[in-house]
């Protein structure tokens, strides 16, 4: 018989099996086993999420500072045109007019041409509005985005929104910091459903740090994947990573919020509930414009005969022709929001002028991003609510209980018309109080945005949102069966 190694276990001792079991139970009695969760998730998410954030904060901080210099070089520089800013960015500046009103649409047009080209020659997937590519990116392949789509983003969007293109900034943030995690996840080698949960956090935190809003963001990067439905594994990194960006980003810029703090506001009187509930009416079909235009047009653009690299210089030519006539059609448009949250201003301005504007900005977005320009959707959703908000209030103004304020109105308006379309209700509330400053808006900010939530129905202005979990877990099952088979 051989000889049995010392270094080898005598398998069927009864003696070794009994010692063994003796020493096992003796180790779980001094040191006994962490919970699961705590195991497995709380303190690794903990540290990915400070990882993620601290990486979401800096591509938000390098993206606002080149969107800044671009702003300044192309739009008021070349353009001459200064558009008004928000109360938390620049000082309330109110803008003026146009000094060189030939130059916008060549700027316009100038700087849609250079992105369309710069995207189509190096990263095709930079085009459009980043947070659909983000929601894309995490049902489908979180581990494949490609490192340079972040530096072509941050270039890209900088030059259409910098030059006049009407787009937001939450897009290409929320796809800079997503393919930035994605590509460190496919390198060291993360497991798919962990990676799903990183790139989640990394949308999240860079929404929540551009936004100045890391609450209202992390909400977002779990209510933005579905349309029926959040991905609740993700809140917590989410958390962890949104206020880490967040404290990047305040560091370097400040963390006032965007439209200033606006605690005086209140909710005073429950009959004001009825004309809320009528603005929850106006803001869903809004909506439902908004991501119909958008969607449809962009479909129709196309499908022109002209290159796609060439197609988003002609929509900033026609926003900047646009915008000519309505100003409020070029650039983000906070700065807008902001002008009409003061009664003097809205009442000074002519009627049918508020009243256009909403749907000036849907136009100009569907040119500008719909075209294939780089920037967001966000933003211009909650321009396009803001301002009808504003403009119900200036036809109620004459009636009982509607105030002596417009920024009620405005303030609800942007959230219940983006909490409608993007289907992220609790999200966007909390994102426009934290922009605000004030939660005393809450209540009717609720009434409003579920009344426009049943308006808008199941249409949404991100077409890469699936349904539910269950519909995400048969898409990862049938990707699994794929990749066994390609195997």
């Known amino acids: 018989m051989a000889a049995v190694s010392k270094l080898e276990p005598v398998r069927g001792n009864p003696r070794s099996r009994r010692r063994g079991a003796r020493l096992r139970g003796l ?41 800044g210099r671009a702003t300044g070089w192309l739009l008021v520089g070349l353009g001459g045109y200064q558009p008004p800013t928000t109360v938390g960015e620049g000082g309330g500046l109110t803008g003026g ?6 130059a916008v649409p060549l700027v316009t047009c100038g700087g849609a041409l250079v992105a369309g080209l710069l995207v189509a020659a190096f990263a095709p997937e930079a085009k459009g509005h980043g947070t659909d590519a983000a929601i894309h990116a995490v049902h489908h392949e979180p581990t494949a985005l490609r490192g340079r789509v972040a530096l072509v983003k941050i270039v890209a969007s900088s030059l259409v929104i910098g030059s006049g293109g009407s787009g937001g900034r939450e897009g290409p943030a929320a796809q800079i910091s997503a393919t930035v995690v994605s590509m460190l996840c496919g390198r060291f080698r993360v497991p798919r459903r962990d990676a ?48 880490t960006a967040y404290a990047v980003f305040g560091a370097v810029n400040g963390f006032q919020p965007i439209f200033g703090t606006m605690s005086a506001l209140t ?15 106006a803001a869903g079909l809004a909506g439902r414009v908004y991501a119909g235009l958008f969607q449809r047009g962009g479909a129709a653009l196309r499908r022109l005969p002209v290159p796609a690299a060439l197609l988003p210089a002609l929509g900033g030519l026609a926003v900047g022709l646009l915008g000519l006539a309505v100003p409020a059609a070029l650039g983000t448009g906070y700065g807008w929001v902001q002008l009409e949250m003061r009664a003097d201003r809205l009442l000074a301005a002519p009627l049918w002028l508020v009243l256009v504007i909403p749907l000036v900005k849907v136009l100009a977005t569907t040119l500008s991003i719909g075209s294939g320009g780089s920037g967001g959707v966000f933003g211009p959703g909650m321009v396009v609510g803001g301002c009808t908000g504003g403009a119900l ?18 303030i609800v308006g942007m959230i219940a018309c983006f909490g409608a379309i993007a289907h992220a209700p609790l999200g966007v509330m909390l994102m ?9 808006l809450l209540a009717p900010a609720m009434i409003a945005v579920a009344i426009a939530t049943l308006v808008v129905g199941e249409r949404t202005i991100y077409v890469n949102q699936l349904e539910d979990r ?4 048969a898409l990862y099952a049938e990707q699994a069966r794929s990749g066994a088979r390609s195997e």
């Not at 998730?41 to 901080?61: E, K, M, P």
């Not at 999240?204 to 579905?226: D, N």
């Open 27 to 67: 180790l779980r009695l001094l040191v006994p086993r962490r919970p699961k969760a705590l195991r497995d998730s709380l303190t690794r998410w903990l540290l990915f999420g400070v990882a993620i954030g601290l990486v979401a904060g800096a591509g938000a901080v390098v993206f606002y500072w080149c969107l």
């Open 97 to 102: 007019g146009f000094t060189r009103p030939w």
């Open 196 to 243: 799903r949960i990183a790139v989640s956090a990394g949308m999240a935190a860079g929404i929540g740090a551009i936004f100045r809003a890391p609450l209202g963001g992390a909400l977002l990067g779990a209510e933005l994947l579905y349309r029926n439905d959040l991905e609740a594994d993700a809140i917590m990194p989410s958390l962890v990573s949104s206020i």
């Open 267 to 281: 909710f005073t009187h429950p009959v004001t509930l009825v004309w809320f509930a009528l603005l929850g009416v």
């Open 393 to 410: 209030w200036r036809v109620l103004a004459a009636l009982p209980w509607t105030g002596a304020s417009p920024a009620p109105y405005v």
């Open 432 to 440: 426009v109080a934290e922009m605000t400053g004030n939660l005393s």
């Open 470 to 473: 269950l519909e995400s877990r």
